[in-house]
Nanobody
């Protein structure tokens, strides 16, 4: 059974930091790309960052470049999202998702992602 389990969300003041974790199981981690998406109330889900486990390619949305860092621990089949200098606009439910389509994964097209976690809430207060 494929599982992606997010953790690490919470309430933080503007300028603060959080580290999200996405623990995965049930598929060959090295053959997938893992991405973080977020969805704020009343808004569409959007891609935040993606990492291809096999070749290490990384993409960030313009809105988080320079503030967020994605990384992976292949021994633990886990992907992390370090979020620094958080802004109220970063408030959303954050989801991790996995796709085997590593050639196009960096575009973070939602239908290409087969497996999703349940999400973790991040709230940034002003």
């Amino acid at each position: 059974e494929v599982q992606l389990v997010e953790s690490g969300g919470g309430l933080v003041q503007a300028g603060g930091s959080l580290r999200l974790s996405c623990a995965t199981s049930g598929f060959t981690f090295e053959k997938y790309a893992i991405a973080w998406f977020r969805q704020a109330p009343g808004k569409e889900r959007e891609g935040v960052s993606c990492i291809s486990i096999s070749d290490g390619r990384i993409t960030y949305a313009d809105s988080v470049k320079g503030r967020f860092t994605i990384s992976s621990d292949n021994a633990k089949n886990t992907v992390y999202l370090q979020m620094n200098s958080l802004k109220p606009a970063d408030t959303a439910v954050y989801y991790c998702a996995a796709t085997p389509q590593i050639t196009t994964a960096q575009s973070m097209v939602i239908p290409e992602y087969d497996y999703w976690g349940q999400g973790t809430q991040v709230t940034v207060s002003s």
